[in-house]
């Protein structure tokens, strides 16, 4: 019986070339298109910005496959990139989780600055009416972008990082990598604007790191990148089109988003859970065997 490692791991091809290669073309390519974002280039560069990640990982994949002289099959290739079925409570989970530690740093926020919640004195259920269709329905056109970096970020690295050391470290080592990719926009572009350039950088790391152990977390118990394709779609959805909208302030960013005190406690809360969850995983699979 296969334990959830060799289940996640199966398939995938991370040989050293593949994986430097994979390595090279995200680092270059993306400060490429980052470079282009920063200097005014269009909006349309973010999607294909995002979509770096999965092409760095399918030419990889692909380089694995030649070199290996392996027999092509579209479904093992595609099963190699994460991209496998996976049962509904974990794209549930995926939706709430991200709920859990962004509304209630907002709803601290929201409760400490009334004055800068669009809806003070509103009655909830028009609250609600507003907010909750949006919530919803703007997932759905998030995850064609965020499935662009989780195919490279959980549906190729952490397992190839995972085969060199253990799932913990590769959960921090990818969820550092994630957070640093982001940095050139934050340092220079108007990503995340609203704090100084000596805050937000510090913080979005610290607030991105542990979002990305829980990403990669579920896509090790689900041995899907589905779950982490929508958990990144409701947060970005969640934080940038529905919370952050109604929100006001020239102080929120200390608080709240990417870079708020408030997201990285509730963040890192969520993401030590989620280890020993793992660890304890892990433990009854060695009691199995």
């Given amino acids: ?11 995938t091809r991370y040989d050293n070339k593949a994986l430097i290669t994979f390595f090279a073309l995200v680092i270059i390519l993306s400060l490429a298109a980052e470079a282009f974002i920063v200097n005014g280039g269009p909006r349309w560069m973010y999607f294909v910005l995002m979509w770096v990640p999965a092409f760095s990982a399918i030419f990889a994949s692909a380089v694995s496959l030649k070199k290996n002289k392996e027999k092509f099959s579209l479904k093992n290739f595609i099963s190699g990139l994460g991209i496998r079925k996976c049962r509904i409570r974990y794209i549930l989970l995926a939706v709430l989780i991200p709920m859990i530690y962004l509304l209630i740093p907002y709803m601290i926020y929201w409760k400490t600055h009334p004055e800068n919640f669009g809806y003070t004195g509103v009655a909830l259920q028009v609250v609600l009416k507003d907010c909750l269709p949006m919530m919803v329905i703007g997932i759905f056109p998030n995850i064609i972008s965020a499935m662009g970096e989780e195919i490279g970020w959980r549906g190729y690295m952490l397992p190839a990082l995972t085969k060199r050391s253990n799932l913990v470290k590769a959960l921090i080592v990818t969820g550092l ?36 152990i829980i990403i990669g977390g579920l896509t090790y118990m689900s041995n899907s990148v589905w779950p982490a394709a929508f958990l990144h779609a409701a947060h970005n959805n969640f934080d940038q089109a529905v919370f952050g909208v109604i929100t006001r302030g020239d102080d929120m960013m200390y608080y709240v988003s990417e870079t708020g005190l408030l997201t990285i406690i509730c963040a890192w809360v969520i993401a030590i859970i989620m280890i020993v969850k793992i660890k304890d995983i892990a433990a009854k699979e060695e009691n199995r065997i």
Wanted: aromatic fraction near 20%.
């Fill in 1 to 11: 019986m296969k334990t959830n490692i060799e289940k996640y791991i199966i398939g």
């Fill in 177 to 212: 990598f994630w957070a640093c990719w982001h940095l050139p926009l934050l340092a220079f572009g108007d990503y995340m604007a609203g704090a100084p350039v000596w805050y937000k950088l510090p913080a979005f790391v610290l607030c991105i790191l542990p979002v990305g």
